[in-house]
Each structure stands twice: as C-alpha cells, then as structure tokens.
C-alpha cells in the first residue's frame, strides 16, 4: 500500500514563494505520475500540475503556469512543487496524488492521496 505524506504549508505574504514536498512509500514511486491538485473552502478539488515517471513531462493549470514547477527525484520518492509570486487566490489545502492516469489533470483518475497540506496567502 503507498502512503503520501506533504508538508511545506504555511502562511505567507502575496508575491513570496514556498515549496511543498510529498514523501511517498513503497519502492513503486518511479513507475507512478505524480500530481498536486488543491481545494479551498466551498470549492471543488481542482488540478495544479503533474509530472510522469521519468520526470520528461509536466502539466500544469493554466491559473499556475509561469509560477509553479513541479519536479520529482526518484532516488528520495519525493515529488515537489516550487511556487513562486504566490496570489491569494492560490490559497488552499494541497493535495498530493500518485497513480497511473489516463488524464493527469483528473482526479478521479488517481489511486492514493495524501492528507493535504494548508497554504495561506496573505494580501
């Protein structure tokens, strides 16, 4: 069974940067896509960005291309995102996911899930 644990949340000022880390279990981590999605308050779970196995190819939400960079190191079964020039629209629990989708920008298509992690932008 593969366990998902992020971190890296927190509060920070619109305009700065923080990046989120998710640790996952098993040594399957290389064959599985690896995604980030987030939901805030009365909202509905919505796509960030995506990496595939080999790292070669990247999605992301239009709302966060420029600003966001999904990368994954293997070797430490770790997926990241790097946000940078953070708005409070982007505020939101975060949610890493791991699976073999047919759509990376799908939820539904994704097998485990971790717990989430809080960011918080402050105008």
């Known amino acids: 069974q593969v366990q998902l644990v992020e971190s890296g949340g927190g509060l920070v000022q619109a305009g700065g940067s923080l990046r989120l880390s998710c640790v996952a279990s098993?040594?399957?981590?290389?064959?599985?896509?690896m995604g980030w999605f987030r939901q805030a308050p009365g909202k509905e779970r919505e796509f960030v960005a995506a990496?595939?196995?080999?790292?070669?190819?990247?999605y992301y939400a239009d709302s966060v291309k420029g600003r966001f960079t999904i990368s994954r190191d293997n070797a430490k079964n770790t997926v990241y995102l790097q946000m940078n020039s953070l708005k409070p629209e982007d505020t939101a629990n975060y949610y890493c996911?791991?699976?073999?989708?047919?759509?990376?920008?799908?939820?539904?298509?994704?097998?485990?899930w971790g717990q989430g992690t809080q960011v918080t932008i402050s105008s």
């Open positions: 996911a791991s699976g073999l989708p047919q759509n990376s920008a799908s939820a539904a298509s994704y097998l485990y």
């Open positions: 098993g040594r399957t981590f290389s064959r599985y896509t």
């Open positions: 990496v595939t196995t080999s790292g070669i190819s990247t």
